[in-house]
T-cell receptor
């Protein structure tokens, strides 16, 4: 799997937007960009994924650079419940039968 | 969304005993499930891929005789930690992906099992 690079940690104030960056300069044409997050003492949960176009869902937005070498997960209004480790993962095509490979992720702290 | 149920959520056992962890996909079928372990403040590490009706595929360094995996149906995989020792204490997490539909590219995770071996 192509490698991703994320900051180790970030901090945000409650109710402010958060932009979590991810670099993936070796991404291939068929790689989808996935984001998962892991709340304390829980299993990871899916957040969002995309290929080329920006994506929005009820949890977040995903902004993908035109050259696809980087992306940004956007939480529009951070809440205390958004404090988690966020993982940016590349996954080839529709590869449901292959596992996700987790890096270190970004630990997001939200301050009240 | 799809739900993966993992049981038990926490188990404490004596050294030398065996512990079974169940992972069920509640509202979808999964031919493949995955087992991960996670140490405190570390990322998830893939242990094995569980395949329905066939043998599991283990990652390098994971002892298959110690971590027995059975995937007897399209909705259930079990991980048995045999003759558990304190160094096996960890957070074990399973995941599964629906076999069809839009969600087939999304992995759904169980809530995890915290194993403490005394």
């Amino acid at each position: 799997d192509a490698k991703t690079t994320q900051p180790n940690s970030m901090e945000s104030n409650e109710e402010e937007p958060v932009h979590l960056p991810c670099n993936h300069s070796t991404i291939s044409g068929t790689d989808y960009i996935h984001w998962y997050r892991q709340l304390p003492s829980q299993g990871p949960e899916y957040v969002i994924h995309g290929l080329t176009s920006n994506v929005n869902n009820r949890m977040a937005s995903l902004a993908i650079a035109e050259d696809r070498k980087s992306s940004t997960l956007i939480l529009h209004r951070a809440t205390l419940r958004d404090a988690a480790v966020y993982y940016c993962i590349l996954r080839a095509g529709y590869s449901g039968n292959t596992p996700l490979v987790f890096g270190k992720g970004t630990r997001l702290s939200v301050i009240a | 969304g799809a739900v993966v149920s993992q049981h038990p959520s926490r188990v404490i056992c004596k050294s030398g005993t065996s512990v079974k962890i169940e992972c069920r996909s509640l509202d979808f079928q999964a031919t493949t499930m995955f087992w991960y372990r996670q140490f405190p403040k570390k990322s998830l590490m893939l242990m094995a891929t569980s395949n329905e009706g066939s043998k599991a595929t283990y990652e390098q360094g994971v002892e298959k005789d110690k971590f027995l995996i059975n995937h007897a149906s399209l909705t259930l995989s079990t991980l048995t930690v045999t003759s558990a020792h304190p160094e096996d204490s960890s957070f074990y997490i399973c995941s599964a992906t629906p076999t069809g539909g839009f969600a087939k590219n999304i992995q759904y995770f169980g809530a995890g099992t915290r194993l403490s071996v005394l």
